[in-house]
Each structure stands twice: as structure tokens, then as C-alpha cells.
């Protein structure tokens, strides 16, 4: 290795982890993990064996397939999370369900573990929105701030003359006619 390839790989490696954060920030990943997570030990607890010398203790259960069948949902549902997040409520919400149901079909949720990681994932998933770009974020900040609370605030630039009529009589607003000055339309519907 020379001294001219090591600073490309820190590049590449910069350049990769960049894009893993990118990738991240667009979709619930935290949610999806989380679900994901939750399906396996759902999964697994109701086929698993605990050898303790020459005692097997085997925690399977009448309801193996259907925590089988619960644990494979719930780790389809945190990959649709992060494969589709414009499904992301959609899984989040079948994700919380199947969590509930884990509780009554596969050993109390997997021991609550399963139970709760598909709760919180499903939750995260849910809740999540995507974030506004940085370029849109910069292009907002040069934006005045826009009141939040009080009645709209109606201003009319144009000089009173343009108009045709005063600006002390509610700026165009008590024209019922149906237009706006600007393009000709306001919005309003007339019924016959």
C-alpha cells in the first residue's frame, strides 16, 4: 500500500458513510430496525431448545407457526420501512397489531422483548415524516416569519387608483362578484 492509495480509501470509505446517512435520513430507519429486531426473537422462542446438562427444555408451543408466521411480518414490515417509505404508517400500524397479537400467540411477545421492540418500532414508524432538503431549508430561512396565530391578514400593494376602488373600504374584499383583481378568480363556487 502506498501513501497515495491510503487517503482514497479514507475517501471512499468518507464517501460510503455519507451516503449510508443520506440513505438513512430518508426513511424511518430507526422504526424499521427496531421491527425488524422485533421479529426474530418472535420467531425463534417458540422453536428453541435450552439444554441444561442432560435435561432438554423445549419452549415450543401449539402456536409455533403462528409465531413463526408473526416473526417473518414483523421482519417483512421493518424492511418495508425502509425499502418503502411512503408505506411507512401503513407498516407501522401492522406492525404495532402483529406485536399486540405476539402477546397472546408466541410466549407473552418473546418474553415482552419482541413485544415491546415491535411497539416502539412500529410507533417510530408511524410517527416518522421526511425532513425538508437542506437547499429548502436555506431558501425558508430567508423568508420572513409568518405569524401563527390570529385572524388572516389581507394587503392589497397595488396603488388605490389601480384598483378602482378606495382602500379604506376592506381592500376588494366585500366585492362579491366572484373575481379577484389579481386573476380573475377567487376560488368560490356559484350554485346556478
Known sequence: ?????????????GRKRLSFREWRGLRPFWGGLLTLLAGIPIMYLPYAN???GSLTVRMATTAGAGSLIIGVLLVVLGLTMWFQPASRVFAGVAAILLSLVSLVVSNFGAFLVGFLLGLIGGALGVSWAPGKA???????ADEPARPTAGPPVFVDARPAAATGHDPESGNGLDDLSGTSPTNGTNGRHRAG
Do not use: V
Open 1 to 13: 500500500m502506498s501513501a497515495e492509495t491510503r487517503p482514497r480509501l479514507i475517501e471512499t470509505s
Open 50 to 52: 435450552l439444554t441444561i
Open 134 to 140: 437542506a437547499a429548502e431549508a436555506e431558501d425558508g
